[in-house]
């Protein structure tokens, strides 16, 4: 901590007057043997959290262009297992399986968005339900809309797990269809999960929101429909796309509930990334997790542009 | 709202059912009510449980002891751009996978790994020693998983924290030591019982960590749900697992909500 107060370098003692006795420098000496302490590990402890942080990402990275299927001893740089990915559509033994792949990213992707798009219109309604309404047992929705951030990801996963089972078991004696888990169950899990993030973020704009705004719209003859889309959804926009953005994102991470609500059939990256590690990891593996940190890093700068552009349009 | 009634609330409270039921043939819940699973639970899984309850407090202070002093770091950083390029460096390797980035620190703990290499390159260790699979490598995953969760909320009360409190206190004869403990300490603390409670909730329903970096003496709560759901599986157990795991996530966020409104200056 600078001393502010005297406008001293960080390390120079505090002045001595005359006639200080031997107990006050011995005082002063340790006081100040503490703040050199204390600057030392101020900066020593952050340095390591960053390393700690950074060096296992970046050996990933770096061993990804080994030539050897090694992640301790380098043996020179190489695009192999790059081309690996790249030449490996059509199985075989020993090959890797990039048709997977693709098939696991399309599917995430495909996840991510429908369950975006239901996710931010229903969390938006909601948190403006929220908000505005008065009906009984509004704490109740409160407390709900809370609920599925501090729930454990496990919790809500086996929750749905059974609720499925259950679920479909009912429809299969009411009907005789049988459904099967899958894309539908993937997407209503993820929506559930981000419908309260949206919410809660919707909701942190809505309670900076002027209310006089909506109303002088009102008192100009403006009715529900048109004060809604012309004045308090513009104003609300920046947080909509900020939850859509985190919507989207957590979807695109989420492995914990999607294992549990996927069923047999879809793959999604993470899923299909897990498989990889549970199995016989081959060395193609660092080349797909640079290839995400690559993608997650370009879609962070994406939608921090985004923000920023969708902050200014709106003031 | 009805949609995270119908698949939010009522699964759980079907879990909530489920628990109290007995496993079926096929591992599914059926009719007579039982409270065997919860025996069962506390009985033979009691030290998974309390087992995780440390895990989580050890990631709890790692993260602290780590990310205080690097969120008072970066907040006391005197130009933005710095603070913002460094707040970025920290948050950053969570926008990556968390299996990637869980991924990445078994590369560098695993025996073949970057680390026991360099130790016996540098004639530290004879033989590489085994990193993964021991309860460390879990405590030490979940500390990398979720150290930004501890780093911004302290971040953000030490960036309110007014200076001119620890000038006085430094004006009223204050060392170091003092200034810290009674001044910028108290006045941090909601950010770090907010940072304790963001790593500690999501530390106990971990599954992923101690799944890839966990041996049989590294398993948590989540592994234990988990397994009960695998293949034919037990459903009323691993639902009884998964309701204490609630309650105790629960009981956190209430002690979180008493404690931290009393520490709210």
């Known amino acids: ?315 | 709202m009805v949609w995270l009634v119908l698949f939010f609330l009522l699964p759980l409270v079907f879990v909530g059912v489920a628990s109290f039921m007995t496993r079926g043939a096929g591992g599914q819940p059926i009719a007579p009510w039982t409270i065997e699973h919860y025996q069962r639970t506390f009985e033979v899984f009691g030290p998974v449980i309390w087992r995780t309850l440390g895990f989580a407090a050890l990631t709890t202070l790692g993260c602290l002891l780590v990310g205080y002093p690097t969120a008072m770091f970066i907040a006391s950083r005197e130009r933005p751009a710095t603070r913002l390029v460094l707040l970025f460096l920290v948050l950053l390797p969570f926008w990556t996978n968390f299996l990637v980035r869980t991924y990445a620190l078994i590369t560098i703990l695993q025996r073949e790994g970057l680390l026991n290499t360099w130790l016996v390159r540098l004639g530290l260790l004879e033989d590489p020693v085994q990193m993964l699979f021991t309860p460390t490598a879990v405590v030490l995953g979940l500390v990398y998983g979720y150290l930004p969760f501890m780093v911004l909320p302290i971040y953000a009360a030490v960036e309110r924290l007014d200076r001119r409190y620890v000038e006085a206190a430094f004006d009223l004869g204050a060392n170091d030591w003092r200034a810290f403990w009674r001044v910028v300490w108290p006045l941090t603390l909601p950010g770090v019982i907010a940072g304790s409670m963001l790593v500690f909730i999501p530390a106990i329903g971990a599954f992923v960590t101690p799944d890839l970096m966990g041996g049989t003496g590294g398993l948590m709560i989540g592994n234990l749900v988990q397994s009960q759901f695998r293949g034919r599986g037990n459903v009323p157990l691993g639902s009884a697992i998964s309701m204490v795991l609630l309650v105790i996530v629960f009981v956190g966020v209430v002690v979180y909500a008493r404690w931290g409104e009393r520490s709210d200056p």
């Open chain 1, 1 to 315: 901590m600078r001393r502010f107060a005297t406008g001293l370098p960080d390390d120079a003692p505090r002045p001595v007057r005359d006639g200080v006795g031997p107990d006050r420098r011995r005082a002063l000496r340790r006081d100040l043997t503490l703040r050199r302490l204390g600057k030392a590990l101020g900066w020593a402890v952050p340095v390591a959290a960053l390393v700690f942080l950074w060096l296992p990402i970046l050996v990933l990275v770096a061993f990804s262009f080994n030539d050897a299927p090694s992640v301790s001893t380098w043996r020179g740089f190489s695009l192999r297992w790059y081309e690996n990915l790249a030449s490996s559509l059509g199985s075989g033994p020993g090959r890797f399986q990039t048709e997977q792949l693709l098939r696991a990213v399309l599917n995430s992707l495909l996840v991510a968005s429908v369950a975006t798009i239901i996710a931010t219109a229903l969390g938006t309604m909601f948190a403006l339900a929220v908000a505005r309404g008065r009906f009984p047992g509004r704490r109740l929705f409160d407390a709900l809309f809370y609920l599925p951030v501090v729930i454990p990801d496990i919790t809500m996963g086996v929750s749905l797990a059974v609720f499925f089972r259950i679920a479909f078991e009912a429809w299969q004696q009411w009907t005789g269809v049988r459904l099967v888990a899958g894309f539908g169950t993937i997407v209503i899990a993820h929506v559930a999960f981000n419908l309260a993030y949206v919410a809660i973020v919707v909701r942190a704009r809505l309670a900076t929101m002027d209310p006089s705004l909506e109303e002088a719209a009102r008192d100009l003859g403006a009715n529900d429909w048109q004060a809604f889309w012309r004045i308090t959804f513009p104003i609300l926009f920046p947080g909509v796309l900020a939850g859509a953005l985190l919507a989207f994102t957590l979807s695109l991470d989420d492995f914990v509930i999607t294992f549990f609500t996927a069923g047999v059939g879809t793959t999604t990256l993470p899923l299909f990334v897990y498989g990889l590690l549970k199995q016989r990891v081959p060395p193609e593996i660092n080349a797909v997790s640079t290839l995400m940190i690559v993608a997650s890093i370009v879609l962070v700068a994406v939608s921090l542009s985004l923000q920023r552009r969708g902050a200014r349009r709106s003031g």
